[in-house]
């Protein structure tokens, strides 16, 4: 499989959700109703005592939470968001950079495409340990947040750059623009709603990234760590409030993007990228 492949795979998904999009109902309704379906349905569970009682209601989770309060999940929370936000930004870099060097100089695709492949297909919990050996500290975390971004965004960024207007590149050809000229002035305009789709998939997957290196161990704060110990002992309220202070860290990064998103590219609002 090739860039190009990838890049077909992605253009028809993206104009398949563009289509059910269309039908003109409200973005938040669908997103809403699946919010309120998965409450009822943790709820129904935990009074059913599924799995022997070990799911506990979503008012004992949230009476968790509160009664452990900032102290624990303000350190906690603030530290994984600096991982996650550090490998957010270093492997989009990567990949926005890699993303432009395919465009400019098409010879590296092979390559790109090696790399990208490989990113994807790597097992990075098996890599992580290798970096926690070599370099300590958080490094492991900000690089399996960095890798867990980087196949999006290269795919997504790469899609929106051959996306541009044939006839606008025409025009520039005919005044005499190279390659260079053709990117700055149609190709990066092109590219921006696809390369912000793919960031704003990115961000999830970097806070995913983020807690899984502090899985490994070497680190003595952030939800990860937080998570092992209250698994540890055995708190299964608190385990949950710590899985659903990751869920709204990752929303909170998938927010963040499409709000800058809605900014800077305005002309796509009224669409779904």
């Known amino acids: 499989m090739t860039l ?89 870099l990567l990949a926005i950079a890699l993303a432009v060097l395919v465009v400019l100089v098409p010879p ?30 958080r490094t492991p975390t900000i690089f399996l947040a960095a890798m867990y971004c980087f196949f999006t965004t290269m795919v997504g960024t790469l899609t929106g750059l051959r996306s541009a207007d044939v006839a606008s590149l025409d025009l520039v ?5 190279g390659r260079w000229q053709k990117f700055r002035r149609v190709q990066s305009i092109a590219a921006l709603p696809s390369m912000f789709a793919a960031l704003k ?20 704060s952030g939800i990860g760590v937080a998570l092992t110990a209250a698994q540890t002992s055995y708190n299964v309220p608190r385990t949950w409030g710590m899985a659903l202070a990751a869920a709204l860290l990752a929303g909170l990064g998938y927010a963040i993007v499409a709000i800058i998103a809605r900014f800077v590219t305005p002309w796509t609002s009224g669409k779904t990228a």
């Open 173 to 177: 050809a005919a005044y005499g623009g």
């Open 108 to 137: 590296v695709e092979s390559l790109a495409t090696q790399l990208a492949i490989l990113s994807y297909c790597t097992p990075l919990l098996a890599l992580g340990p290798i970096i926690l050996v070599v370099f300590g500290g």
């Open 201 to 220: 998939i990115a961000a999830p997957s970097a806070v995913l990234g983020a807690i899984l290196g502090e899985y490994l161990g070497g680190v003595d």
């Open 4 to 92: 190009a492949d990838i890049e077909k795979v992605t253009q028809a998904q993206t104009e398949t959700s563009t289509r059910r999009n269309s039908l003109g109902r409200p973005k938040w309704l669908g997103g809403a109703i699946g919010i309120i379906g998965l409450v009822l349905a943790w709820w129904l569970l935990a009074a059913l005592g599924v799995a022997g009682g070990t799911i506990p209601s979503p008012w004992t989770v949230l009476a968790t939470m509160f009664d452990d309060g900032w102290a624990l999940y303000g350190p906690n929370f603030s530290i994984t968001a600096a991982g996650a936000l550090q490998g957010f930004v270093w492997g989009n």
